[in-house]
């Protein structure tokens, strides 16, 4: 019986660490080196911001942000920042994008023009869709993400999330 409970335990150990391996991953330090790193990938930078009080925000990064396939896709193709809106960093790059609503998800170029700009709470699937649409107008195929062509009923969506039906046509 100890085996089986050591063999148990380690097999959740591992099951957790490649779960963790698998979230997004976000830059969190000065936006000027998550820029320097867009120049030098050229990868257009994807911003997220948030906030601790925002309860949309958290949902996104427990659920959709955890989702391996939005883990897979933001992991490769951007450069992924996340900005906290309560300190002071954060309120600057929110200021210099005119941000004033959370959660809102950015796609800028390297050149730090914005270039999509997607609002609110989305399930995994049609936050998908979204970042495709979006990213369809940045300086880089768009046709290497998951799913590129699955821009249907985007509008609809889009319309359903800022009337508050959480991404959900």
């Known amino acids: 019986k100890k085996l089986f409970f050591v063999a ?9 660490f490649s779960q963790n391996q698998n979230i997004t991953s976000f830059y969190e330090g000065p936006f000027e080196d998550v820029v320097i790193e867009a120049k030098k990938s050229k990868k257009p930078i994807f911003i997220d911001f948030s906030a601790t009080w925002c309860a949309p925000c958290m949902k996104m990064e427990q659920e959709t942000f955890a989702n391996l396939n939005i883990a897979d896709m933001l992991n490769k193709e951007f450069i992924a920042y996340k900005v906290d809106v309560d300190g002071f960093e954060g309120m ?5 994008y005119n941000v004033n609503e959370y959660p809102t ?3 800028v170029d390297s050149k730090t ?7 609110g709470f989305y399930y995994a699937e049609q936050f998908m869709k979204e970042i495709t649409i ?12 998951p799913q590129a062509g699955a821009r249907a009923g985007g509008e609809q969506a889009r319309h359903a999330a800022v009337s508050g039906h959480e991404g959900m046509a």
């Open 8 to 16: 148990f335990l380690a097999f959740n150990s591992l099951q957790v």
């Open 92 to 96: 600057a790059v929110a200021q210099k």
């Open 105 to 107: 998800y950015l796609i």
């Open 113 to 119: 023009n914005k270039i999509g700009t997607i609002k």
């Open 134 to 145: 979006e990213a369809g107008r940045a300086e880089f195929d768009p046709e290497m993400l």
